[in-house]
C-alpha cells in the first residue's frame, strides 16, 4: 500500500507537469481524490464512465488517464456525468490525469515511445508549445515503403498518405491528433509525419505540399505513455498494475 500524495508527487514531478503549457480543459494532475491509500494503479488512456466501470471492477484505487474528464465541463452533475462522478467515488478510485506533458515526455511520453517502437531514436523536438517540446523526430534509413510495414505490424489501421519522399531522412511523430502539427511539419523541413488522425482536410495540403502522413489511431498512438508511467509507479512503489482497455477504434 502507499499513500495517494506520494503517486501524485511523483507523477507530477516525473512528467514535469508544472512546466507545460495545457489546454484549459485539460487540468492535468489529481482529478478525483480518493481514502489517500493505493493498493493497485490502472492506466487508461480516457476517463468515461465505461473505463470507470472496468477499473473498478478490477479493484484499481488509483487510475492514470490521458484525456481527464474536465475537457466538456462545467456540466451539470446528472446522466452519464454523475454516473462517472459516482463510480470513483463509490469504488475509492482516484483519478490523475496527464495530457501534453505525457505526449513530451523524452523517455515516457506518447511520441518517444512510438519512435523507439519502430527501432527509431528520437533526436530532436517537434512541435513546441510554450518553449516545450510536445512531440519529437528520429533520423530514418530505410523507405517510406518499409516505414508504413513497421507500422502495419503496430498499429491494426494503418491510413498512408504518400505524397513525400519514397526514402525520407526524417520522421516527425505527433501521436493523437495531428492538426496542429501539420502546421509545424509545413514549417520545417521534414516530409514525413506519424500521428494518429487528422482532419479531412489536410489531405490537400499533403498534396500541394509534397508531405507523408502516416494516420495510426487516436487512441491507438496514445496507450503508451499511460502504460509506462504506470509500470514506472508499479516498480517504484511495489504495486500491481494494469492496463484498461477499452478498445476505441478512433
Given amino acids: 500500500m502507499a499513500s495517494l500524495d506520494e503517486l501524485v508527487t511523483y507523477c507530477n514531478e516525473r512528467t514535469r507537469l508544472s512546466a507545460y503549457t495545457d489546454s484549459p480543459g485539460a487540468k492535468n494532475g489529481l482529478q478525483v481524490a480518493n481514502n489517500g491509500k493505493v493498493t493497485r494503479i490502472g492506466a487508461a488512456v480516457d476517463a468515461g464512465l465505461v473505463p470507470f466501470e472496468l477499473a473498478a471492477a478490477r479493484g484499481v484505487d488509483f487510475l492514470i488517464v490521458h484525456h481527464g474528464m474536465y475537457w466538456d465541463m462545467p456540466q451539470l452533475l446528472t446522466g452519464p456525468v454523475y454516473q462517472r462522478v459516482r463510480t470513483l467515488i463509490e469504488s475509492n478510485c482516484a483519478l490523475y490525469s496527464n495530457h501534453l506533458p505525457l505526449d513530451g515526455h523524452p523517455e515516457i511520453g506518447n511520441n518517444a515511445l512510438l519512435a523507439r517502437q519502430l527501432g527509431l531514436t528520437p533526436d530532436q523536438p517537434f512541435m513546441i508549445i510554450a518553449g516545450e517540446a510536445v512531440g519529437y523526430s528520429a533520423p530514418y534509413t530505410r523507405t517510406r515503403a518499409e516505414l508504413q510495414t513497421q507500422l502495419e505490424s503496430h498499429y491494426e489501421r494503418v491510413v498512408p498518405i504518400n505524397c513525400g519522399s519514397d ?12 492538426n496542429s502539427a501539420m502546421k509545424e511539419l509545413i514549417k520545417s523541413d521534414i516530409d514525413t509525419m506519424v500521428t494518429g488522425e487528422l482532419r479531412e482536410e489536410w489531405f490537400n495540403v499533403a498534396q500541394e505540399r509534397g508531405i507523408n502522413v502516416f494516420l495510426c489511431g487516436h487512441y491507438a498512438t496514445e496507450v503508451h505513455a499511460v502504460q509506462a508511467l504506470a509500470a514506472e509507479l508499479s516498480a517504484k512503489f511495489d504495486l500491481p498494475w494494469e492496463f484498461i482497455r477499452t478498445d476505441n477504434p478512433l
Fill in 167 to 178: 526514402a525520407p531522412r526524417r520522421i516527425a511523430f505527433c501521436t493523437g491528433s495531428g
